[in-house]
């Protein structure tokens, strides 16, 4: 599809976001490798949770190869509080890569940057656009908000095809001369004025060739299908201090959700089981429980994206015993400090300390 005033509308926006983008410190280079780690901790993340992060990421991992072979368990450390773990595992990976297969060079073009573990066709249009002033789509959630109502497109925005319809548009769009700013416009035009609900139109630099704000009807888009209804999940938690004062913490899987982050035993409380909670967390574990020192310390819910953990959390006392699972053992709270742990577990830490 062929779309008008593409030249004024791209100028203009262009034009708008040269004096008023957002300073933002991944925005003082056009280092691949930095704008990698970027775009990466920005999904999911909002900005002002980014920033302190990046800087701590950057200073400790200045270059491609300091991160390629970082321990993973440091790593994990530095993205702890984040969220979604896996972006920093296959953050590494990529950066891994691209070290040994590329010579520690980023490609510049999409056919081999997509191969790179985690990188999508959203995130190596960011890099190719900013750092190689490659004229290519980046499309996201915010961009596909921005131009289904500029170009009144109402495709389904929750179906993964139409992000093909909004690829192509932006192909179309792109401000050839400095197509890193096009793509960064339309990022900071869908975060601070063309929000999804109440939009200020009258603030935007391109309503005037926007379709929506001219039926009057900019809140009735994106058309966005509902999605799938949130899981719970009920856990009673077991946070067990031996005689010594240390806390039995358990290591979580390698793949999966938080995969291989540090937690106190949680035990899934469902119907069917025969054992009360604290049964299982014994036997589990080879341990005894002694006394329960706190049976609620803490009972809080956290939400992921796709499920929400309900917990419970009990102070226990027990015996400890040569015979603990693989992955588990007992720690100081200095040591537990100093391992990766999901942001409900040190919420739990918190109420230790």
């Known amino acids: 599809m062929k779309y008008p005033y593409i030249r004024e509308f791209s100028s203009t926006l262009v034009n708008w976001y040269y004096k008023e983008k957002r300073d933002l410190p991944w925005r003082h280079t056009t280092d691949p490798y930095k704008i990698w ?128 319809v909004f690829e192509e548009a932006v192909t179309q769009l792109i401000f050839k001369k400095d197509p890193g700013s096009f793509n960064q416009a339309l990022m900071d035009l869908g975060a601070q004025i063309c929000t999804p609900t109440s939009p200020k139109c009258l603030l935007c630099p391109v309503r005037e060739y926007c379709l929506a704000f001219q039926e009057g009807k900019p809140e009735e888009l994106p058309i966005k299908s509902k999605k799938q209804k949130n899981k719970k999940i009920k856990y009673d938690i077991y946070i067990a201090i031996d005689e010594d004062g240390k806390y039995l913490l358990q290591k979580r899987p390698s793949e999966g959700l938080l995969a291989n982050m540090w937690e106190f035993p949680m035990i899934e409380i469902e119907k069917e089981n025969i054992l009360k909670s604290y049964e299982i967390f014994q036997k589990s574990y080879d341990l005894n429980i002694t006394d329960f020192l706190n049976d609620q310390l803490l009972k809080f819910k956290h939400v992921f994206s796709h499920l929400t953990w309900e917990m419970d959390c009990h102070l226990v006392q027990v015996q400890k015993t040569s015979k603990l699972p693989k992955d588990s053992n007992f720690y100081s709270i200095d040591e537990i400090t100093k391992l990766p742990m999901s942001v409900p577990m040190l919420r739990i830490l918190n109420i230790l300390k």
Do not use: C
């Open 37 to 164: 780690v970027s775009e990466v901790m920005l999904q999911q993340t909002r900005v002002d949770t980014v920033i302190p992060y990046y800087h701590r990421f950057i200073n400790k991992y200045p270059t491609l190869e300091s991160l390629a072979y970082a321990p993973q368990e440091e790593l994990l450390k530095m993205w702890e509080g984040l969220g979604y773990y896996s972006r920093a595992r296959n953050l590494q990976t990529g950066v891994r890569e691209v070290v040994e297969k590329y010579n520690s060079k980023v490609p510049n073009n999409r056919h081999d940057i997509t191969k790179l573990k985690g990188v999508g066709p959203y995130t190596a249009g960011a890099i190719l656009s900013i750092a190689y002033n490659e004229p290519e789509h980046a499309v996201d959630g915010n961009v596909m908000r921005v131009l289904s109502r500029v170009l009144h497109i109402k495709e389904d925005i929750a179906l993964p095809k139409t992000k093909k």
